[in-house]
């Protein structure tokens, strides 16, 4: 059982990322004057179809009017994020400003871990991107 301060820790750290990853990606697609251009990207298990995860990420590209150039996953489970192939083709993507941003379904595509996921938010920004994600941070 979760004890009441862990949970309350959890939701004050999942409220702080999500408002720190939407303020770098309003603050990147303010500056993209046209086309604002995304690339999917979901990480499943080894036997888990990643098209409803990709389908829940294209509805928030769809409703959101963004130019979807690209969707891919990773197939290597929960893994860190530096040894996904696809995730690190993505970075790169966004280093060339081929696409100004990442959009997972959930903050687990990236990482559950509270440090491992402020590390990969803090290098989309160096890049000059930002993450969005389907589902907010508490909804994993």
Known sequence: MTSVPTAL??????????????AQLETVLR??????????????GSRQDPAP???????LATRRGWTVAD?????????APATRPQLARLLAAA?????HGILAAS????????KEYEAMLEQIRTLGAG???AREENVL
């Open 53 to 59: 995860r990709l389908a829940a990420a294209q509805a």
């Open 131 to 133: 993450l969005a994600l």
């Open 95 to 99: 280093r060339r400003w081929e696409i």
């Open 9 to 22: 820790h959890r939701d004050a750290a999942a409220s702080r990322l999500g408002l720190l990853r939407r």
């Open 107 to 114: 903050r687990v595509d990236i990482s559950d871990d509270d």
């Open 71 to 79: 969707r891919t996953f990773d197939v290597t489970g929960p893994t």
């Open 31 to 44: 500056g993209v004057a046209g086309e604002k251009r995304i690339a999917l990207y979901v990480l499943v």
